[in-house]
């Protein structure tokens, strides 16, 4: 079923929205889920909540993109959960491993007094991530947005790992340089 279709099901209140989401997307917010909390039931769980969450808020809004939409809540959803789950202690897992990775690039103070150095950061890596190659752009995404381990990727692009972690060794080094140059980072 089309996506203009399914967010009509979502106005029209019809449950069936939920079910056509399912069917077609449920694998996409799945893994998402997994590559940031590790565990199939906590991903489960997270999935059932995304689906309610879009029920929640088709209407009042009309997703342009509906894979985007429901990624987007999967992931907050999911990084909501694994905080819980591993609060006063340190968890383990890609998101772990993620955050590791780019804990030289970004700043760790972040508070409420710094939401606008939190949008203008932002926006930065926003405009770093579209000024990559589409290929490295992917590489990037797959594993700073969606948390994929390093070996999906190789398996995904036809490389091998060192030079997956070399290519995101690179792009972090690039990030800083750039984040530096943008009078981000002192």
Known sequence: MEDGCIVNLYWARSEDAIWETSKKYG???????????????????????????????????????????????????????????????????????VLEELSECIPSD?????????????RLIDNFVMSLPPMERRVFI?????????????????????????MLHRQRKKLLNYLEREAFLS
């Open 110 to 122: 972040q508070s409420v007094e710094h939401e606008a150095e939190a949008a203008e950061l932002s």
């Open 27 to 97: 694998h996409y917010c799945y893994s998402i889920a997994y590559n940031i909390l590790g565990n199939a039931e906590d991903a489960d769980e997270s999935v059932n909540d995304t689906y309610l969450d879009a029920w929640n808020h088709i209407p009042p809004h009309r997703p342009a993109i509906l894979s985007t939409f429901l990624g987007k809540i999967t992931r907050r959803i999911s990084i909501d959960r694994l905080r819980r789950r591993t609060a006063g202690k340190r968890g383990g897992g890609e998101m772990v491993l």
């Open 142 to 166: 797959c594993r700073y947005w969606y948390l994929d381990p390093i070996a999906d990727i190789a398996r995904r692009f036809g490389y091998s790992q060192s030079k997956v972690k070399m």
